[in-house]
């Protein structure tokens, strides 16, 4: 009924205006009027003093008190006397079947309150939904800009991941490579991350209505909503799980699986984001945020899966190589050496005894040969 009469205000607002008048009516006592405009109660007050089913409601629980007083008459004719305060007509109740009517009545009641009151909160969320989210146009502009973005950040990405890993390995790449070399070398990697951050992207939106209703739900009711508790101590439990699983793997089998520390550092990453103070100075701070979260998402995974790589070329042993390198040059020794890469005029292959790179141009070598895992 708050929210019927008072649509503008925040839903917790009208929760403590309802809270105030039925503690006043039921439990004939008053809260702190903390947070509570006078004005509006009174107007609230009038308009409940008159409202029938909540005369009748009070009444009726009255009733019921008086008649579990079966030997004290004094409390008896006391609750008896404030049902009919509100509804002066009462009689008093003489048999349990009248209690049990009286209680099937007013669950049938509260069925049909409770569900009104749900549709009018849902209409209140829908109505800051609609204020906050504003309909997406997308021109033609707009297609060529993701498209020479896309193309710059794969590009880029290239750049930054070939390097990386090779530098882990011990090598300046930017004299064997050339533009294509590093999209080309690391495509497969570059495709697989793309993709996951693609799949976040669209989760991300899925769920953006959810999240923004959560955000109004906290700033209606100035609290945080027991979903956002939950889904922040989950990420708390995943995060404290993979820090275990990299410390046990790197104990147990000599392995740094980096990728497992993904989830808790984009954890601290996104739990920081956005109380950086320089979202004020943006018209836009979402779409230039969800930019910068997802270039941000993106370089962190390609930085752990270069380490993840790198650590794992490092272990190999000749035995695990699963290409044969067939040399025309016969005296290069390629009995310790392992396939890492190839590119337009190079390949790279690590020495397993020295954990060196030898890099071997293409027109020493006669074919590359795949061999088939046992």
């Keep these: 009924m708050s929210n019927e009469q008072f649509p503008e205000n925040e839903l917790g607002k009208n929760s403590k205006l309802a809270l105030y008048l039925t503690n006043t009516y039921i439990y004939d006592f008053k809260n702190d009027l903390a947070g509570i405009n006078e004005e509006e109660l009174k107007k609230f007050k009038k308009i409940a003093d008159n409202d029938e089913w909540i005369k009748k409601t009070v009444s009726d629980l009255y009733r019921m008190i008086s008649f579990s007083f079966i030997i004290d008459t004094n409390f008896k004719d006391k609750y008896l006397k404030k049902a009919k305060e509100f509804k002066a007509d009462i009689e008093p109740i003489k048999e349990f079947k009248e209690i049990t009517k009286l209680v099937d009545d007013v669950k049938k009641d509260s069925k049909i309150f409770f569900k009104e009151g749900r549709e009018l909160n849902d209409k209140k969320y829908q109505q800051e939904i609609e204020k906050r989210i504003s309909s997406i146009e997308v021109t033609s502009q707009d297609i060529s ?22 530098y882990l390995l011990g090598v300046n790449i930017s004299d064997f490579f050339s533009i294509n070399d590093y999209l080309a070398s690391s495509i497969d990697t570059l495709i697989i991350t793309f993709f996951s951050i693609a799949i976040g992207i669209i989760f991300y939106f899925l769920g953006a209505k959810d999240r923004l209703k959560t955000t109004i739900y906290e700033e209606q009711f100035s609290t945080e909503s027991a979903s956002r508790k939950k889904l922040f101590y989950n990420i708390i439990v995943i995060s ?3 820090i275990i699983s990299f410390f046990v793997s790197y104990y147990k089998h000599n392995a740094l699986h980096y990728n497992l520390l993904y989830p808790p550092i984009l954890f601290v990453f996104f739990r920081f984001f956005w109380s950086i103070p320089i979202w004020q100075y943006f018209k836009n701070p979402e779409k230039i945020g969800l930019i910068l979260m997802s270039f941000s998402t993106f370089i962190i995974s390609l930085i752990l899966t270069a380490l993840t790589y790198s650590t794992e070329i490092l272990k190999k042993e000749v035995k695990d190589d699963t290409c044969r390198v067939i040399l025309n040059n016969t005296n290069i020794d390629t009995s310790n050496l392992v396939f890492i890469t190839s590119n337009s005029s190079n390949v790279f292959m690590l020495d397993v005894s020295t954990k060196k790179v030898k890099i071997i141009p293409l027109y020493n070598i006669e074919s590359i040969e795949t061999k088939v895992p046992k």
């Design 240 to 242: 404290i799980v993979c």
């Design 145 to 166: 800009f993701l498209l020479t973005l896309f193309s710059t950040l794969f590009l880029i990405s290239g750049i930054i991941y070939s390097k990386l890993y090779f």
